[in-house]
Structures are given as C-alpha cells and as structure tokens.
C-alpha cells in the first residue's frame, strides 16, 4: 500500500517539477525577450496610457493643427516634449506636415533629463512600446550610424526614464501608420563637436534613404510670460533661418534656452548636409497660453527644416553677394591653389613651398578672409580685416589659420581633405558711417566696435540665411559679444565694407 500511495506522489511531483522549471524557463525567455522592448516610463502622466483616448486625443490636436504649406521636401521637423495638455496642440502643427506621408524610418534626437553621460545614446535593438503598439528599431541603420562615431553608444538607462523622446512617438503612430525608429539621447550638457559629430554620423547613414528626422525640445523654462516671450523670440528666429550656428553661439552665451538645445542644433546640421535649405517656424506657444497662468511659464514650438522646390535653379539666379574688385580667373584660382595647398601640405606634415607669383594684384596690400565648408556646414573661418601684407600671403597664412587655429572647430584632418570646400573674400577697405540705411544687403559686410568688444559679418552671411538690414545689425552685434540692440547706441562705431567671394 505504501508503495503504491508514493509511486503516484513522486510521479506528480516529478511532473510539477518539470512544468515548473519549463515555465520558469518560457518566464526567463520571455524577460529577455521584453528587454529588447523599452517599455513605456510615462504614458498615463505626460500621455493617456489607454490606446483608444491617446488616439483621439492625437487626431483631435492634428484636426485643430493647420497645416503650413512647404514649397518643398520635408527633411526634419522641430517637436516640443512636453505633457499634450500644454504642448500636444503645438507639436500637432510640426506632425500635420507629414500626415499621410511614408517614411522608412524616423530618428529621433532629444535630450537627457536624468543622466549624465558623453556622446549620445541609441537604442539599438528591439522596439519602443506606447499604448499604441511597439515601434520596431530600425537595428541595421542604427549598426551602421553607431560604427560611424564611437560615441554613439548603447546606454539603457539614458532611455529608461527618459520622456522627451517618448512623447513623441504616438504621433508618429499616428500620422505614419508604419515605420522604423532610430531613437538617439543626447548628451544633457552638449558641445558644439558632438553636434557636429552626430550630425554627420546621421547624414552619412541616411543619406539616399527615406528617412525623417526630428528634433525634441522645449524652449525657456519658468520664466515671466513676457521674458519668456523675449527669450524665445531668438530662438525661433533662428529656426526660420536656419541659423544653427547663430542658434549654438546664442544658447551657450545665455541670451535663450532650450533644453533640446543640443538635439536642434545637431538636427539642423544634418538636415543642411541632407540639402535641407530652408526653415520655417510652425506654431509657438507658451503654457501661460494653455492655463492662463502666467507667472512662471515653459516655451513651446513647432518648426520644419526643408530643401526648397528648385533650389539649385533658385540659387543660380540669385545675385552673387559681394562685389567684383576686378581679380582675373587665373588670379583667382591661384589664390585657392595657395590656400589648398597650404591646408594639406599642413595636415600631411610637407613643408609649404614658396609660391611664385607674378601679378601684381596679389601683391596689393588687403585684408581678405579663408572660409572652410564641409558638406555645406562651416568648418573654419578666420581674416584680416585690414591689409597686412601682400594679398597671397594673407590668403596663405589664413588659409592655415582657418584650417587649425579657428578656436570653434577641431584641427582639419587629412581624412576631411577630399570634403572641403574653400571660400576666399578679399576685402574692401572699411568705411566708417552714421547712417546705418548705407547698409546695403547683399553687398556690404558689417564690422561694429565698442570698448573692448568688436565683431564682423562678411557680405555673404546677410545673404546666406535671407537676412534684412536690422537683422543684420542685430547678428554682427551679437558676434561682438554685445547685445543684439547695441548698434543703436551712441558710443557704438559702424563700419562697412564689401568682398570679392569666390
């Protein structure tokens, strides 16, 4: 009896064992199969965490949202981050552009609020869940984005928590229906260099594809309605010119904010290699705007970053900034000649050659500048404003200060040669004035003084970015380190000149 009472019990037990350690084992598959997942950190707090309210909570912002037209294709788009019920209705302006519209992938650049790390962090591998359903990444492009720059790299905890790029994803469900997602964090107090390294770590890898970029932010924090006014009002103008460089020099000397300053900056450079060629604002609010109070408020905007219909033809026809000083095309390609050679002579450690030269033009005394470009972003500028010395001796000795003493960028490296684009101005002899209506845009570049504080713009900057006189006034002001006001002021010296640019 015994024997046949426990040879049931043991045979039970052998069998609940089993399925235990089965099911014990499909739970640890299935955990590691929802790390792959990120799960959603703040749906039912920022967004509603049932699928059907989020959804019509989504469409009825996007049916209130009007819709800009572009005269052109969509590169990027600009989105705050905020709970919907303060800036839904304003990213609703940025996603309307895309509705109905087909993308391959989305990525996605916003900032970290929680962790402190280099570089950038992508989320290489699984999905991205809301109450909507999982968004798959796209694991190939990001492979190839993250063997592009070492410092993008994948930090589980800067996405964890992280609700700024979250929040944008519903919408994207939404008006896109399907897609994959590159979803980068960036770095929470970022450099001009990772800006720049990321953003040419996107463009490399999407280049020729279909793929959208979008940039998470949201503009001044607690500020008075007013000051937040103020403040924002740099910001946006930057956006609609598309100004990334105007946008870097502006945040990091505190005359805005943006805690997205970061993603904006490194979206707007990789949109611009993409061939991006214009920006324009969508909609901006404030949550004083959505509650009513007033007093301690955090900006919001919408904004597009597209390559204008024609572009190339459009550029042909516009007028040539500057003016022509009468240097022949031989003279010409001789200056660029000294200024190339100089650059790689320089990054390949070959002495510089002692050039020969034989028109006297090049051995007239002027002030003249070298820019350097890569892939249509800036890369170095540097000049005098005043002779020195023969022209091809400015153009050499600038040539190589622009390449590896402009405090902005890192030394040029040989690798970079093949992508460089150089920009030489030879410039007229300043011109002091009392009236700033002698400005002419297009034509002049502005040099203003103040005490200690001083800065130029050459002729083509006004051009480049579709500036007016005042704006123009304001941006030189500011490269001085002054306020964008000062050139009102009565101890302020104004000077013009203009540029031969080729």
């Not at 049931?8 to 609940?16: D, K, S, V």
């Not at 904010?257 to 707007?268: K, Q």
């Not at 611009?272 to 408020?297: C, I, Q």
């Not at 020195?388 to 190589?400: C, D, F, S, V």
Request: aromatic share 8%; proline share 4%; with cysteine.
């Amino acid at each position: 009896m015994k024997r046949q009472f426990y040879l049931p019990l043991l045979i039970g037990l052998l069998i609940f064992t089993s399925l235990f350690y089965e099911a014990e084992g499909l739970g640890e598959r299935k955990e590691k199969g929802m790390r792959e997942v990120r799960e959603p950190a703040v749906s039912g707090m920022f967004y509603p965490d049932k699928p059907d309210i989020l959804s019509r909570d989504v469409k009825k912002y996007l049916e209130n949202a009007k819709k800009e037209k572009i005269d052109g294709e969509v590169i990027a788009l600009v989105s705050p981050h905020a709970g919907y019920m303060y800036s839904g209705q304003v990213a609703a302006h940025a996603y309307k552009l895309i509705e109905g519209k087909t993308f391959d992938s989305v990525v996605v650049v916003s900032p970290s609020h929680r962790v402190d790390f280099k570089g950038a962090s992508l989320y290489d591998r699984g999905g991205y869940r809301t109450p909507l359903g999982v968004v798959p990444i796209d694991v190939e492009l990001s492979k190839r984005m993250m063997e592009r720059w070492n410092g993008i790299r994948f930090l589980p905890e800067a996405h964890g928590q992280e609700h700024s790029l979250e929040v944008q994803i519903p919408f994207l469900q939404v008006v896109l229906k399907s897609f994959k997602l590159i979803p980068i964090v960036m770095e929470p107090y970022w450099s001009r260099e990772t800006c720049q390294l990321l953003a040419q770590a996107i463009a490399d890898t999407i280049r020729g594809k279909n793929v959208l970029l979008i940039a998470s932010t949201d503009l001044s924090h607690f500020h008075s309605y007013e000051k937040a006014v103020q403040l924002d009002k740099i910001v946006l103008g930057h956006l609609g010119r598309f100004d990334a460089e105007g946008l870097n020099r502006d945040l990091k000397e505190g005359r805005c904010e943006a805690c997205g300053g970061g993603p904006v900056i490194t979206v707007m450079l990789a949109a611009k290699a993409l061939g991006a060629t214009r920006g324009k604002v969508l909609k901006y609010l404030n949550s004083g705007d959505v509650t009513g109070d007033r007093s301690r408020v955090v900006g919001y905007a919408a904004a597009v970053f597209y390559k204008a219909a024609g572009g190339e033809e459009k550029m042909k026809g516009e007028k040539k900034a500057g003016i022509d000083l009468g240097l022949s095309g031989d003279e010409k390609k001789t200056l660029q000649q000294i200024a190339k050679t100089v650059i790689e002579n320089k990054t390949k450690g070959k002495p510089i050659p002692e050039f020969k030269i034989d028109s006297p033009v090049l051995k007239e005394n002027r002030g003249a500048f070298v820019s350097l470009h890569k892939k249509g972003q800036l890369r170095g500028c540097i000049g005098y404003i005043e002779g020195k010395g023969p022209l091809h001796k400015t153009i050499e000795e600038m040539a190589e200060a622009a390449a590896f003493r402009d405090p902005r960028f890192a030394p040029v490296t040989e690798k970079e040669l093949s992508e460089l684009d150089i920009e030489i101005s030879v410039l007229t002899p300043l011109k002091k004035i009392t009236d700033v209506n002698e400005i002419e845009v297009g034509k002049h570049g502005i040099y203003i003084k103040k005490g200690w504080y001083s800065g130029l713009l050459l002729p083509q900057v006004a051009t480049e970015y579709g500036w007016d006189r005042k704006t123009f006034l304001e941006h030189t002001c500011q490269k001085a380190g002054l306020p964008s006001g000062a050139w009102k002021d009565k101890d302020v010296e104004i000077y013009i000149f203009s540029a031969d640019i080729f």
